[in-house]
């Protein structure tokens, strides 16, 4: 049997929290059920519709992409960028 203590609290049976998997931390709702009391229930994520998958798919693809070329080596500099490094080190500065 749980006990409500002063600040609203509630303790779980420790047969229930085994029995249906709460741990600490989980999320519990609690819905009126009419005459009945009280419904509680354990609060899941909604499961990955299809819309999710498929953004995680792709997601996964371009990260994959991104390693892909990585692993290949550093891309080949441009021929000509319009400045060097060196003018990084000078430009703005008054000298």
Known sequence: MGRVTSKLQVTVPKSIAD???IRPGDDLEWVPAGDAGIRVTHAQAPPAGPADATLRLKLFDEATERQRQRKQGPAAPTADRGWKRED?????RTR
Not at 88 to 92: A, D, E, K
């Open 19 to 21: 029995r249906y998997g």
């Open 88 to 92: 990084l080190y000078h430009r703005g």
